[in-house]
């Protein structure tokens, strides 16, 4: 009988307990003994640590997050960080009035057949836009280059086993191709292709717009006679003329 008496009374009292709180290793219960209420609510405290490491946690992955977005488009972030910086010393944009007739983006561990390139194609009148010419104090070399570009109908990559190597070649190209998404002018890259390079050896971002360049090949032994140095610069003289559309040579 006692046991049954325990059992109810500590029934109601567990019935009437209106906050429990941990505090360590004890249990403090409050118990409002004017009204019995039926639901036992427990309050816990939440430790320091907690909210602590979800922050750490948090910034870890943003930076992390931020870091792989500024690797992922660091030439996008440089050209808007350029345009800005060149805004804001008073360079002035060209619009649709190009200076040049084509830029030419080389190795300049090719420039002995760079300069004979140059020559036969000014001879035909284009005005040829060369770092060693053209580029100006001030911008710097980044800058220079961006100028180049917009302020050219044509961007003529010389493509050779130098320039897979070249890491200006590599911001010429990826410059080149963002101008050219942005403005609409998918038509404006010419390929020049020495040292017999394969299609698939080619930079992923020439190969991700192929097919909407102008892609020529110097003449080599594999494709003689068919393709001499009289028929090469027809094809670039050809290709310069052009405002739009694209001449692709296979090979």
């Not at 009292?13 to 609510?41: A, H, Y």
């Not at 050896?201 to 494709?223: A, G, H, R, S, Y």
């Amino acid at each position: 009988m006692s046991m049954n008496i325990i059992g109810v009374g500590l029934f109601w009292i567990l019935l009437s307990l209106k906050e429990v709180q941990s505090k360590r290793n004890k249990t403090e219960c409050i118990v409002q003994n004017t009204n019995v209420d039926c639901r036992l609510e427990i309050s816990c405290k939440t430790k320091f640590w907690l909210p602590f490491a979800v922050s750490i946690t948090s910034i870890i992955i943003f930076a992390i997050i931020l870091t792989v977005v500024l690797v992922r488009y660091r030439y996008a972030v440089k050209d808007v960080l350029l345009k800005f910086k060149m805004k804001m010393r008073n360079y002035k944009e060209l619009n649709h009035e190009y200076t040049y007739d084509a830029f030419i983006s080389y190795s300049h561990k090719d420039s002995e057949w760079i300069k004979q390139f140059h020559d036969k194609i000014s001879s035909m009148g284009f005005d040829l836009c060369l770092d060693a010419k053209n580029f100006i104090a001030g911008p710097g070399i980044a800058g220079n280059i961006i100028n180049a570009i917009e302020s050219s109908r044509k961007v003529v990559f010389i493509v050779t086993l130098n320039f897979l190597k070249s890491t200006w070649g590599s911001y010429e190209m990826e410059m080149t191709r963002m101008h050219a998404s942005q403005k609409g002018r998918e038509d404006m890259v010419i390929v020049v292709v020495k040292d017999e390079i394969k299609i698939s050896d080619m930079p992923e971002v020439l190969k991700n717009m192929w097919f909407k360049i102008t892609c020529i090949q110097w003449p080599n032994d594999d494709n003689l006679p068919y393709n001499t140095e009289e028929i090469f610069y027809e094809k670039m003289k050809m290709s310069l003329q052009r405002k739009g559309g694209y001449y692709f040579t296979l090979f």
